[in-house]
């Protein structure tokens, strides 16, 4: 027996094809890496993490695929080597994404948030009036956003994978995932809806495919693993909100409570 190139899956070195990915082994895979589709090509590989496939094609269909079929598409990735593709992948969706929720908050929402202010009699008003200016150094300032959001999501998730998972990759995989499952982000384009969606339900489905197949455990597990910190995070999150409506019973309005902390 043989492991699967692509999967890790035990498989017969004769056999055409393995069993549990689909994907082409041997040298007929070997043959096939070269591909120049964005999505998984002809030998079960990544076109996108090829330097040599067109970038724009290749970014794209890398998208598309993620987002029509994840399993396929996470199956093809390589879990292994270097991270640049994957990082770059993600910041140009994370990017894109910033822009334009920060063009839609500067239409939208600052008004909302003004006129919210004023009827609780604050002055910080002003504060919500980002204008162009405040547009532009939130995209420019995304990426570090992102890249921290990277690095605490990818810490966070993979100390579940080493507690609940028993045969996995490196801390690389868990990145390599967390990477490729920001691609519902770019739907952000489509205001309130887009990022709602993405956020609530197209990313989280794809972060715990992504960690199936990164560390080639059971969607359960993998179920698991994004559970327990996404709970914790939301049980945090609920103490918090408790303890504000608190003090806000208790002292008044937000400018009480402020002058009195």
Wanted: aromatic share 12%; net charge positive.
């Amino acid at each position: 027996m043989s492991s699967c190139p692509h999967c890790g899956f035990n498989v017969d070195p004769e056999a055409p094809t393995c069993p549990l990915c689909g994907s082409r082994i041997g040298g007929e895979a070997a043959a096939g890496s070269g591909g120049a589709t964005g999505g998984p090509d002809a030998g079960g590989g990544l076109a996108w993490e090829n330097s040599r496939s067109p970038f724009l094609s290749s970014l794209f269909d890398a998208w598309k695929t993620s987002l029509l079929e994840p399993s396929r598409f996470f199956r093809s990735v390589s879990w292994e080597g270097s991270f640049g593709r994957p990082l770059l992948y993600f910041l140009l969706v994370f990017a894109t994404a910033a822009l334009f929720s920060a063009v839609w908050q500067a239409a939208f929402l600052d008004r909302a948030a003004r006129e919210w202010m004023q009827v609780w009699g604050g002055t910080a008003a002003s504060g919500f009036e980002w204008g162009t200016d405040g547009v532009l150094l939130r995209f420019f300032l995304s990426p570090f956003y992102g890249l921290l959001l990277l690095a605490i999501a990818t810490v966070v998730f993979h100390v579940f994978v080493l507690v609940l998972v028993r045969e996995r990759r490196s801390i690389g995989a868990t990145a390599r995932a967390m990477c490729y499952s920001m691609g519902p982000l770019a739907l952000s384009i489509v205001p309130i809806v887009g990022p709602l969606a993405a956020w609530l339900v197209w990313v989280p489905i794809l972060q715990v495919i992504g960690l199936r197949e990164a560390h080639r455990t059971t969607t359960g597990r993998a179920l698991a693993v994004w559970l327990a910190p996404t709970v914790l995070f939301f049980l945090a999150v609920l103490a918090f909100a408790v303890l504000v409506v608190m003090m806000l019973g208790r002292y008044g309005g937000p400018t009480d409570v402020l002058r009195r902390i």
